[in-house]
């Protein structure tokens, strides 16, 4: 009885021991995000996992968005240390992460990107205007000055030099920050060359951005996933259809597919850098700073990360359809990064 007492005993000891220590944290970085900055993500975390003492990196592909949301959630081992994203933070996002008690955090400007308006070699290359893009697109449009349903089916009826083929695009969802560049740069670029629509920004900025930004949902424009690998494959097998996807995917698939000219403007490096292409974004990552030093290899990843082996003008992720801040600008980033600057409230 005694004996049985006593296992007893010692058996919640142990419990209690086990129950008071903290678990170990975790031996590896994880990140989470942007189906954009994932290939650069994982090109950088491969070089870190075969040059460094560190294990190579858990990357996952959950959207700007989704991955944001995530990072925010918390600190500890249960969140991710990193999140990529094709845009910047919003202060909503900001105010989540603050509510959570991820009060600081380091964003790092990677380069940039252009969201390309593809389709299969397969098909004829077409020209398209901003206003073009919308007005196909969007779930809204004025016909004999009012806002009505969409009515377009084919391209043809959007603007007579265009092709005659049914109004087909398979996109990003809304949790993914190509979604949101794309509503901002390519939809609202093209609403607001309407100038009753344009005018009603002054008035009510927030009906403005609704009918600007809202795609339509009948079928024409189709939520592809957070997968652009998945895209690419749909526009080989249904030439008449259109993708909307980051510069990097065109870049690595440009033996089957092509970016529609905008505004005069192929998607090019040349012309992403520069400016001249009408839909080009700034892309980056978030740090969680309270995991620095906890999670192993976080400064020395970035180091890696903001090395010009790696973005500067003739890095391995220029090789990956990154296009690379100027020399300059790049230097201050990598200073930045490397004293953890954090965020302004």
């Given amino acids: 009885m005694i004996t049985k007492k006593l296992s ?17 944290a975790r031996d590896q970085i994880r990140m989470v995000g942007s189906s954009t900055v994932y290939p650069f993500a994982t090109a950088v975390s491969e070089e870190f996992g075969k040059k460094t003492k560190f294990k190579t990196p858990v990357v996952e592909s959950t959207g700007s968005g989704g991955g944001l949301k995530l990072f925010c959630e918390g600190v500890g081992e249960k969140y991710p240390d990193i999140t990529n ?19 600081e955090i380091v964003q790092v400007k990677i380069g940039f990107d252009g969201i390309v308006f593809a389709n299969s070699k397969k098909a004829k290359r077409v020209e398209l205007s901003l206003r073009d893009i919308w007005t196909a697109l ?8 009012e ?3 969409n009515p377009y089916k084919y391209w043809s009826d959007v603007n ?3 092709p005659h083929i049914k109004i087909e695009v398979l996109g990003p969802p809304p949790t993914s920050g190509t979604r949101d560049a794309f509503a901002e740069l390519a939809m609202e670029g093209g609403c607001k060359t309407y100038p009753d629509i344009k005018a009603m920004k002054k008035k009510d900025k ?18 592809a996933g957070e997968n652009d690998n998945l895209i690419v494959g749909k526009l080989q097998a249904n030439p008449d259809a259109f993708g909307v996807f980051g510069y990097s995917f065109l870049d690595q698939n440009s033996d089957v597919i092509q970016g529609s000219i905008i505004k005069g403007k192929e998607p090019t490096f040349e012309n992403i850098s520069n400016g001249s292409y009408p839909i080009s974004r700034s892309l980056y990552f978030y740090v969680k700073k309270a995991h620095v030093d906890k999670t192993p290899g976080i400064r020395e990843y970035l180091a890696e990360f903001t090395s010009d082996n790696a973005m500067g003008e003739y890095g391995y992720l220029t090789e990956k359809g990154l296009i690379p801040m100027p020399a300059a600008d790049l230097k201050k980033m990598r200073e930045h990064t490397k004293n953890l600057v954090t965020l302004s409230k």
């Fill in 160 to 162: 007579a030099n265009l």
């Fill in 8 to 24: 007893m005993l010692l058996s919640a000891a142990a419990l209690t021991v086990a129950i008071a220590t903290p678990a170990v």
């Fill in 206 to 223: 927030k009906q403005y951005k609704t009918i600007c930004h809202t795609i339509r949902e009948d079928g024409a424009y189709i939520e």
């Fill in 138 to 145: 969007a779930a809204k449009v004025p016909v004999n000055g």
């Fill in 147 to 149: 806002m009505v349903a």
């Fill in 85 to 103: 994203a094709s845009r910047a933070i919003k202060s909503s996002e900001i105010k989540r992460c603050a509510k959570n008690g991820v009060t």
